[in-house]
């Protein structure tokens, strides 16, 4: 069989929706599942449209766009990031929690998919316009999510601030204090240590494990990562402090490089001091270089679609580990496979933040914090638990990592969708 060259294939449009149901099809053909359940989880239970008027600094009005989607409760309250971007689309909230829906039934935790935003720059506003933004929204969504309902979380361009305010007007509307309407808040008022860091930990322990089960001694690993943000940052410390050599991390300026291995804890994160990677570097190459690097483990760790048709062939990495959200096209991940390079998917790999969440739950529910080395505790055990239920399917059934995370997602959520049935 002729195999196309990179010039000769055609990227296809990549959009969340178009992929989540894409993956949703690929899962299906694995599994005798009922078809009517398959075409239930392509459509979204509902997609609640809001104007949000907010009053600008300078005294004008202006209206922005938000949504939240709300996938599949099968398995319990919906749950899902809150993002402030201006390419936020209805398309993209209903794709992303689909993508929601498939992480929480691999993590087997008791929630559904959601997932929502605003359409704004969070750059152009000010702190206090962020604030009304944020309380208006709540306002908005007051009748649409609930600690028993749809507990959002932060995302892009929001953080634990953002979720505090959210908290605060939702509990304000409702007459009493309710922490567990939301997750991600700082601690003082009901969030849960570790959960900044949890999507991170969660890449470096799968990375550790994914070396493990193709016999690389951690030790001799050499790791390059995409993206020095909360979860790439994370995942590099992590695993330069369990001895892997951390050669290459980059932000959107471009990677400190070195092939003899990077002190991680010396690089400011994004967090720390934005856009600094390159300016402590003592040798920098660009972001595409970083991708093509001759490494053990490459944790694309930024963006979505960094790895496409047009790299695919160049990547030069005996293993990708999903950090970010989708940063693999289909196309590319097709060429992957082709190649035979393993891919760890964004759904395993990076649920330690959905899996934190849920513990954050737990602790308002509660009204009983835990300690943080508890929480790193727990996030183990359930991303080991995890792990080695998706690697159980690789082996008995010979599929590819992501075929497996999603064929697992799927034999739940349809077991889920079977025992609950069709009401009316």
């Not at 997609?47 to 209206?63: A, C, K, M, T």
């Not at 309710?178 to 570790?194: E, N, W």
């Not at 649920?351 to 914090?369: C, H, K, M, P």
């Amino acid at each position: 069989m002729n195999v196309p060259t990179t010039e000769e294939r055609v990227e296809e449009p990549e959009t969340a929706l178009a992929t989540a149901r894409r993956q949703l099809d690929r899962a299906a053909t694995h599994l005798e599942i009922d078809p009517a359940v398959v075409e239930r989880l392509k459509h979204p239970a509902r997609v609640q449209r809001v104007s949000l008027p907010v009053e600008r600094d300078d005294g004008s009005l202006e209206v922005f766009t938000g949504y939240r989607a709300q996938h599949d409760s099968v398995r319990g309250p919906f749950k899902g990031g809150m993002r402030y971007h201006p390419g936020v689309t209805e398309d993209e909230c209903i794709g992303l929690s689909m993508w929601m829906t498939w992480k929480t039934a691999v993590m087997d935790l008791p929630f559904g998919g959601a997932k929502g935003g605003v359409v704004v720059d969070p750059k152009e506003l000010s702190h206090e316009e962020t604030e009304r933004l944020t309380r208006r929204f709540a306002q908005e969504l007051r009748d649409t999510v609930g600690p028993m309902h749809d507990i959002p979380a932060p995302d892009m361009g929001t953080d634990a601030e953002t979720m505090g305010w959210f908290m605060d007007a939702y509990s304000v509307l409702q007459g009493e204090t309710t922490p567990g309407v939301v997750t991600g808040k700082p601690p003082v008022i009901g969030g849960s240590h570790g959960r900044e860091e949890a999507p991170g930990r969660s890449v470096a322990i799968v990375a550790r494990e994914a070396c493990g089960y193709y016999d690389l001694p951690l030790e001799e690993a050499t790791v390059t990562v995409q993206g020095y943000g909360s979860v790439g940052a994370n995942a590099a410390r992590l695993l330069d402090s369990w001895g892997a050599t951390v050669v290459a991390v980059s932000d959107v300026n471009g990677a400190a490089y070195d092939p003899e291995g990077l002190e991680t804890g010396a690089i400011p994160t994004h967090e720390e001091e934005p856009e600094a990677v390159t300016k402590v570097a003592d040798r920098t190459i660009d972001n595409g270089e970083l991708l093509e690097l001759d490494v053990d483990v490459l944790i694309p760790a930024a963006v979505g679609n960094v790895i496409t048709t047009r790299n695919a062939d160049a990547i030069a990495a005996d293993l990708v580990v999903e950090g970010a959200n989708g940063p693999i096209t289909v196309s590319g991940d097709s060429i992957l496979r082709e190649r035979d390079i393993p891919v760890i998917p964004d759904i395993l790999a990076n649920a330690g933040g959905v899996t934190v969440s849920y513990f954050e739950w737990l602790q308002d529910i509660n009204r009983r914090s835990w300690t943080h080395e508890r929480v790193n505790e727990e996030l183990e055990s359930e991303m080991l638990r995890a792990w080695n239920a998706v690697a159980e399917r690789v082996d008995e059934r010979d599929l590819a990592w992501r075929d497996a995370a999603y064929v697992l997602a799927l034999e739940r959520l349809g077991a889920a969708h079977g025992a609950r049935g069709l009401w009316p």
